[in-house]
Nanobody, 124 residues
Framework: QVPLVESGGGLVQAGGSLRLSCAAS????????MAWFRQAPGKEREFVAA????????NYADSVKGRFTISRDNAKETVYLQMDKLEPEDTADYYC?????????????????WGQGTQVTVSS
């Protein structure tokens, strides 16, 4: 498995921005599909965004479309989630995930490798 380490979470006011990073190591860059999921207290983990191996294809949950942007830098083995116009409903622990076979997926069950998560809190 590829170790994944998230960073960039924190406390921000509604309307503000944060950029999350997910650093991967131990595998040839660009050989895995990456995604971000989030889990709010008392709720199930939900899909946020995914990006293809090359970075040319992305997919977003309807709730974040137009506000969040997923990108990757394969040279740095890092995936980013730029979050703008944050809302209190975005408050959650955010996790990055990787899969080495298959295409983009919004199902958490398709991703065998996960990071430890980073907390995002949006105040109203």
């Amino acid at each position: 498995q590829v170790p994944l380490v998230e960073s960039g979470g924190g406390l921000v006011q509604a309307g503000g921005s944060l950029r999350l990073s997910c650093a991967a190591s131990g595998r040839t860059p660009g050989t895995y599909t990456m995604a971000w999921f989030r889990q709010a207290p008392g709720k199930e983990r939900e899909f946020v965004a995914a990006i293809s191996r090359s970075g040319g294809i992305t997919n977003y949950a309807d709730s974040v479309k137009g506000r969040f942007t997923i990108s990757r830098d394969n040279a740095k083995e890092t995936v980013y989630l730029q979050m703008d116009k944050l809302e209190p409903e975005d408050t959650a622990d955010y996790y990055c995930a990787a899969r080495f076979f298959g295409r983009l997926s919004s199902s958490r069950y398709d991703y065998p490798t996960w990071g430890q998560g980073t907390q995002v809190t949006v105040s109203s």
